[in-house]
């Protein structure tokens, strides 16, 4: 049996403008695995992570997108996500007047198809913020408004945690955290890990504090739209020691 998540076959995207981001891309996640991608400033990380997700300001001009066999290359993005994929957004948005309790709610009987019981929605919400050391009083905080820049983050995590995505595609969520802030953010990941071992992670990563004490299975070399190296986790080191000289020309 097939346990292949996601599949992009030969894929090129394009904003608005018709200007190229994504040239050819190919990449298969599956079931439990960690992908890390890597990549100079401008090769296309965040456009590929929100191409994934189905973002409207990018366009796929060609190649396909497919969830569990299924081509969700022209799926809106909520439909996506009640597939089971989860994006935790570089700069993760403000959203005044809702709260992060009645988003949280509303987001998990959207992607699971049904109300979610109150008593248990509220263990598992005081449970998952305990976890992340965030204080209770952030549930009836508007989403992510007047948070720091750690605070969002560390939303976002929470956001993953209790909707239990299939795969969670982090787009430099350690950007800007402090030690402790990346530690637990770690925590939080290494958590839904192990909440279910079929959950997959795609990385979007400049740094090597997230990523070292992570199971990673693959790393990817993301330059001018495209992959074109793929290693084992020991590649994190060598482009923390080199940077990415050496893949620049391939």
Excluded at 17 to 29: A, F, P, Q, T, Y
């Amino acid at each position: 049996m097939d346990q292949t998540l996601l599949n992009i076959n030969n894929l090129y995207a394009t904003l608005e403008s018709g200007k190229e981001i994504i040239c050819g891309l190919d990449l298969k996640v599956g079931q439990g695995e960690i992908h890390v991608i890597m990549g100079p400033n401008g090769a296309g990380k965040s456009t590929l992570a929100n191409v994934i997700m189905g973002h409207p300001d990018y366009f796929v001009k060609d190649g396909n997108i497919y969830w569990q066999g299924e081509d969700i290359t022209d799926l809106a993005s909520n439909e996506r996500a009640k597939k089971g994929i989860f994006l935790s957004f570089q700069t993760p948005e403000e959203i005044d007047g809702i709260t992060m309790r009645d988003f949280l709610k509303s987001a998990k009987a959207a992607t699971c198809g049904k109300p979610v019981p109150m008593l248990a929605f509220r263990k598992e919400l005081e449970e998952t913020l305990n976890l992340l050391q965030m204080d209770k009083a952030y549930a009836d905080r508007y989403v992510n408004f007047g948070f720091s820049g750690g605070e969002k983050k560390k939303s976002e995590i929470l956001q993953l945690l209790m909707l239990d995505a299939k795969l969670a595609i982090l787009d430099e969520t350690d950007s800007g955290l402090d030690v402790d802030a990346v530690k637990t953010v770690k925590e939080g990941i290494i958590h839904y890990r192990n909440q279910d071992e079929t959950h997959s992670l795609l990385i979007i990563s400049h740094s090597t504090k997230l990523l070292k004490d992570l199971p990673v299975d693959y790393v990817h070399v993301l330059v001018n739209g495209k992959i074109v190296f793929t290693g084992g986790k020991e590649l994190i080191q060598k482009i923390d020691r080199e940077g990415f000289a050496d893949f620049l020309s391939m």
